[in-house]
Structure formats: C-alpha cells, structure tokens
C-alpha cells in the first residue's frame, strides 16, 4: 500500500520507487548525516573534543530530517540527484578541510 | 500536496513503526522496568535487610578487601544507599606478565558485604540490573550485535514519532477523545491518547536514547578531529592515565575524612563510589565519585587523593558546554537523578510508551483485517503479524513475571543459578510464542493474557510463602519496599486479567465498511 501512495507513474519505475527510496534513506540518509557531522566536528568554533560532541549530538535530528525529506520528496529521482549532490559538497568540504590541516 | 505529503509520512509511520515494534516493546517494557531496578534487585535478594552508615561500612569493606584481595590491581566499592542496604565490591586482579587469562565468572571478583565488613550470603541472582542491561544488550547474542540492533530499532522510533506527529492532524483534539467498544476507533483512539499523553517524554526518551551510544553509532564526528577513539579519550579524561605500581608496600589512608572532604566540596552531596587503584602500594589513589542522584548530568563529579597521604592530587575537569549536554542528556535517559515523585512518572511515562507502541502494533492488524479479501483466511504474513503480536505484548510480561518467581523457587545452592533465572524468564516468552501459534487466533490472545496475569498474581503468594518479607508483615512493620512490590504485582495481574477478559468479550463480527472506517484508512 505504500507503493500506490508515494508514485503514480506506472511499470517498472514505480516498482523500483520504494526500494530506492528506503535505500537513499538508510544508506544515503547515514552517509550524508556522517559527512555532515564530520564537518561540522571540524568547523564549529569550539575546541576539537567539544566541537565532536557537539556535533555527534546534533546527527541524529540530522539523519531523521534527511529520512523524512527524502520519503515527502515529489521524485526518487531527485531524492538521489540531492544526496549526490550534498555528499559531494559535504565530501569535497572535508577533503579541503583535512587537506589544509588545522585540526588533527 | 499537503495531502500527499501526509499520506507518505502515514505510510512511513505504519511500516517502520511494524518493523521493530516488536523490539521496540520489549525496550519499552525492560526499559520502564529498570527505573526501578534498585529496588528489583533489593526484593530479589531478601536477605539484605539493615543499612549501615556509608563512611564506616566503607572502611569496613576496605579491610575486607585487605585481608581477602590484597594484591589486587584496583578495588571498586559502592556504599550503602538509601536504594541499596549492601555495600558492594568488586576488584580487578593483577594481571601477571606470562600467566594466561584465567576465564572468571562474576562471584569470583565480586561481593555483597553488610555494614561490618562481612560476606552476607545472598541468593545467586542478577535483579533488576538483568532488566536494565536486556534493554540495550538483548541476551543470548553479542553484546556489540545487540547495540547495533537497538540504535537501529531507536532510529526507527524517532522517525515512527515524527512521521506519526506529521500524519496526526489534530493532536489536541485528539487527546480528549477515547471512545471505547468501537473496534478500529478504539485501537486508534488508545494509540493517539497514549502517544499524546507523554509525547515530549518520548521524543526526549528516544533522541536521550541514541545519545547515551552515540559514538558506536556515529563515531565519524570523533575520527574527524582524532586519530583514534584513545587520543579522543586521552583528551577528554587526562586523569584516567595509569599509574605505575611501585612496590614499594605502604598503608592507605583512613577513607572516613576523606569522603567527609569530598562531601563538603560538594555541598553535601553523597558518595556514589569509591576506586581505589594499586591498594597497598606507595602509588595508590583514591577516587571518590559523586552519587547518581544529586545532580542529572551523568558524569558526575569526581575527587582522587594520593592513597597513602589522603591529599587531593586531582579533580574533575570542568565540562564544556557540549559534553555538558551530552552528561545531561544521558541523565535524563537513565533517570539515576530522579527522587521518588520523578521516577514514578517516569515509570508511568514508560508505561504510556509501552501502551503506544503495543497498540500501535495490534491497530496494524485490525485496521487490515477488515479490509482483506477473505477475513477468515488471512495471508500468512498477516497471521504472522498477529502471532508476533500476542507473544510480544504477552510473552515478555509473562516471562518477567517467571524470573520473580525463580527467583524465589529456584534452590538457593543450584549452580549457575542467576543463569537459569534468565532462561525461564526466555523459555516462558518461548512457551508463549508457540501457544499463541498454535491456539485458534482469539482464544490465544485470552490465554496468553490470563496466564501472565496468574503469573503475576502468583508473585505475592510464592513470596509469602517463601520468604519472610510479604504484604502482611509489611503493612505491620513498614516494609515498604515489599509492600509497593507486592502491589505492583497485584495490579499488573489485574491490568492483564481485565485485558484478557475484554479479548474474551470481543464480538468479531465483520463490521461493514462506513464512513468512518473510510476515513480512517486515510489517517
């Protein structure tokens, strides 16, 4: 019943719409929530323990709002366009960051 | 879209809300049990009775330890609380270069002493602690597994709570609202009264959850900003370093005026536990921690002296703001803070959430019922659902019911006795499950329920008859301990008895669709 509500389009693509869904979501929904927190442990103002904490605590409102948007999100397709997209600025962030060094 | 966008987070709600409902009731039911797992673990070893005063009953356990443990690399004791007559003492043995790791069980390195300094023979038994540690460790499973597990199932819940809140138009309107015999409505009426009545206790319950393992779930924030998790604790906990043994013999400190010093450092607060590392040795410390209820934060403050000159050589580090919240946040999860008027409401509270996961769970299949092809043939993954159901919201009880009376039957000499507590409380949720496969649907849920009442009614009657403590002598002594638990025994029997009654009055006749059942597949 889940399926009929989320999609309309018809055939194989509405078929594959749940599973990808529940996919972006645990899987995708974990890795961006990671990314984001270890930029945030990286750039928050704070010293390095605090600002790990810190952003350690935030993750979980983190991940359950990025869970929540990508099950109201109109298209599946977007849902993955956005998280490749976050991940990759999140990614690119932290590779610059620990490239540049400061902490660590 | 408004609708739309509701309809998904219904459809979110109901199925990440069936997948770990299940786990999720037995956290619930372990979790609610163990704010008073203290007080379980005093009636599950009765033969504890006086308390002592902590200083002398402290330095009682001291010389215990000297002439019974002295070559030990630390020793741990908890004194006597107003929860816990005992003091309780635990040690660390030297580890010997070249000497394989003797496997040990837990009698061998620990001890129950009373107020003198001596062994009080107690009952073999793990109390309520069992209860506590099922909550986030399962059992019969790796410890690690179990964590992983039940971060997952608590992740579910959060989204279960804000999808639920999303989908729940009129939540205000709502609480007012439990219309009784009415099938269906009812199911979904008990559901949003229960689930309103302490939402912020559950949204504060789960997110307090996850923070209390939040770095095995998300250690990314740690490893962003250090090599490893040791550099990280190093960081955190500089005082926690080791400290060399000497060998040079030298005599402890009397520990009396120190934990008078570190009372008055803390404006009065009690002692929770006393460490003491390389006893004997001119290298011993003394750590006195705060006790759990005097502050929520649940890294509590801490003092260590030199050992044998009883000066203080370290204190607590102040807290930044963030690990602040965390120590908070994981005191508000355990409730080790919480004074009696408290920890009932969050004994209640944790009912409530009980009640709303497990009607959650049985309004799946009643709401589904009415809409299948052939109600009185249902597909197997519904007569699945349905089984799982009474062997959740009955089993457990039932099994939690028969780990108090092995506590009492069991024979006090048996061999890994506090084992064999644990597996009737599991060989009895077993039971449950396979009768409520094998009875026809309605019957199973009546016998279930009659027969976790029975078991609780039988809690007081096998303590009376077993153990001196009971409702009788209590209400005449003051016992108050036993009296609440006899009580609580009693009313726990009525609730599943009533439960089991109105399974057994339930009229199922298919009820023809209306307007009203139409409106609530939408919700």
């Not at chain 1, 899987?27 to 350690?56: D, K």
């Not at chain 2, 986030?136 to 992983?148: I, T």
């Not at chain 2, 060399?244 to 607060?269: N, Y």
């Not at chain 2, 023809?512 to 139409?518: I, K, L, N, S």
Request: aromatic share 12%; glycine share 10%; net charge positive.
């Amino acid at each position: 019943m889940a399926r009929k509500r989320i999609a309309s389009p018809q055939g194989f693509a509405a078929r594959i719409n749940l599973p990808l869904r529940v996919l972006g979501a645990i899987v995708g929904g974990y890795g961006v929530t990671s990314l984001a927190v270890a930029c945030l442990a990286r750039i928050l103002p704070l010293r390095p323990a605090e600002a790990s904490i810190a952003a350690t605590l935030a993750s979980f409102a983190i991940y359950a709002g990025i869970i929540v948007a990508i099950f109201s999100a109109r298209s599946v397709l977007r849902v993955w366009l956005w998280l490749e997209a976050v991940a990759l600025l999140l990614g690119g962030g932290l590779y610059w960051s620990i490239l540049t060094g400061g902490r660590l | 879209m408004k609708d739309g966008f509701r309809q998904s987070m219904a459809a979110l709600h109901t199925w990440t809300g069936l997948l770990f409902g299940w786990l999720l009731f037995a956290m619930f039911v372990t979790g609610t049990a163990a704010y008073f797992q203290e007080e379980i673990s005093r009636w599950m070893r009765p033969e504890l009775v006086a308390t002592a005063p902590p200083a002398p009953a402290t330095q009682a356990a001291i010389r215990w330890l000297q002439s019974t443990q002295p070559d030990a690399e630390s020793w741990f004791i908890t004194p006597p609380s107003a929860r816990n007559p005992a003091t309780e003492v635990f040690w660390q043995p030297r580890i010997v270069d070249g000497e394989p790791h003797a496997r040990r069980r837990r009698g061998d390195t620990s001890a129950t002493l009373d107020g003198d300094g001596r062994v009080v023979a107690v009952r073999e038994t793990r109390g309520g602690f069992f209860l506590y540690r099922f909550h986030f460790d399962l059992h019969y499973m790796p410890v690690l597994w179990a964590r992983y597990l039940v971060g997952i199932a608590a992740m579910f819940m959060l989204v279960a709570i804000l999808s639920g809140i999303i989908t729940h138009k009129k939540i205000f309107a709502d609480f007012f609202m439990l219309r009784f015999g009415k099938g269906q409505r009812s199911w979904l009426d008990a559901h949003n009264v229960t689930a309103v009545f302490a939402l912020p206790f559950y949204l504060m319950i789960t997110y307090t959850g996850l923070v209390t393992l939040a770095t095995l779930y998300m250690p990314w924030g740690i490893t962003a900003n250090y090599a490893s998790p040791e550099t990280f604790f190093a960081d955190v906990f500089p005082d926690n370093a080791e400290v060399a043994h000497t060998g040079v013999a030298a005599p402890l400190a009397p520990v009396g005026p120190l934990m008078a010093v570190a009372a008055q450092r803390w404006g009065g607060a009690a002692i929770g536990s006393v460490q003491i590392a390389n006893p004997g040795d001119r290298s011993a410390t003394i750590t006195l921690r705060q006790a759990a209820n005097s502050a929520i934060g649940a890294r509590g403050e801490s003092l260590v002296f030199a050992g044998v000159t009883g000066r203080v050589i370290g204190s607590s580090a102040s807290q930044g703001g963030a690990m602040a919240t965390q120590s908070v946040m994981v005191g508000l999860h355990a409730g080790r803070y919480a004074g009696w008027g408290l920890r009932w409401l969050y004994f209640l509270s944790g009912i409530g959430g009980t009640i709303m996961v497990g009607s959650g769970l049985v309004l799946w299949t009643v709401k589904r019922r009415a809409k299948l092809p052939d109600p009185m043939r249902p597909h197997f993954g519904f007569r699945l659902v349905e089984r799982l159901n009474i062997a959740a919201i009955a089993g457990l009880p039932a099994g939690i019911a028969t780990y108090f009376l092995a506590n009492r039957l069991l024979p006090t000499g048996m061999t890994e006795r506090a084992e064999w507590e644990i597996h009737s409380l599991f060989l009895t949720w077993g039971a449950v499950l396979l009768w409520a496969i094998a009875r026809p649907y309605r019957r199973a849920w009546v016998e279930s329920l009659a027969l976790t009442s029975a078991l609780f009614a039988a809690v007081p009657v096998v303590n009376a008859l077993t153990v001196p403590r009971d409702l009788l002598s209590g209400l005449m002594t003051g016992d108050w301990l036993f009296l609440a638990f006899d009580m609580a025994m009693l009313l726990l029997a009525l609730g599943f008895g009533q439960a089991a009654r109105k399974a057994a009055t339930v009229t199922s006749k298919p009820r023809r669709r209306t307007r009203e059942t139409r409106e609530m597949a939408a919700a």
